[in-house]
């Protein structure tokens, strides 16, 4: 009787083992994933796409946040919602409910969020979002490290090590470029695109390594966030919309993988925008000033840009 009862736990047992292990590091049964040239070539011609419909956005100076386009009561109904404090997460039609697209060898997500902050200036928010040597204390614990690499003008080159912990713990190397337009005084636009994304293997043991660019376990490959700024009389709105590519869903671990391929990029986003909004709050208080510039030269260096 013992016996059988031992047997019928160790099943049990055993699949506990498993979930705790994964929440460790990527269980050696998840083999690695090479991205292909057809689904690189299919992340372009979808980011082609997108940004073709930006520049109709931005060119027909009515819709410059998604909100925006929304009939009445619906956007009256939205602005109320953002000024309340909630953030909205919206996904474009013709994506499944997980905000996917699938294309051979990958799955591109794409998800945009808005964020309104009370009472911020658009210098308040430039300030911390181009402090990108703090996003690790703005964005812990998604943002390991940080570092800015290069600058010049409104032109970043960023280092960023991210992890990621759900159900498995990924920790990546990525690099970005990163662009301001100032369009005015109260518009700001922003693109950051990944130059180069390395998964990190055995982290914080001697043996750390990155894994062959590309050639890992495809958590993600590409992200391009592409930001909108946009200052009221009572604060500034922020718009962030990101699309990343992923390896597809392998089979037989899809109750492993699939839970971080699908809820992480959503996820990461309502993240992302919130710890930008307590940033800039917690900035302003220990400002001794509401102004973010601190001299006339500063002041007239962001008129500049608005040209």
Known sequence: MRSNECSRRKPWRYLAAVLFAATMAIPPSLCAEQLTKETEEGFK???????????????A?????WVDALPQPSRQ??????KSGQILIHQPQGNNATGAVSLP???????TGIVFISGASMSQVMSVLQD???DERYYAPEVVKSRLLERSANAFRVFLRLKQVHVVTVVLDTEYDVHYTFLDAKRVISRSTS???????????????EMPVGDDHGFLWRLYSYWRFYESEDGVYVQCNAISLTRSVPTGLAWLVRPFLESVPKDSLHFTLEATRNAVAKRGRSSASKKYFRTG???HEFNARCV
């Open 45 to 59: 011609q979808y980011v082609r796409a997108a940004e073709a419909r930006m520049d109709r956005e931005l060119a």
């Open 61 to 65: 100076k009515d819709s410059f946040l």
């Open 77 to 82: 109904q939205a602005y109320g919602e953002l």
């Open 105 to 111: 060898g990958g799955l591109i997500h794409d998800w």
């Open 132 to 134: 990108y040597d703090s």
């Open 195 to 209: 130059t180069r994304i390395a998964e990190v293997q055995d982290v914080g043991d001697p043996r750390e390594r």
């Open 297 to 299: 030269e500063e002041q």
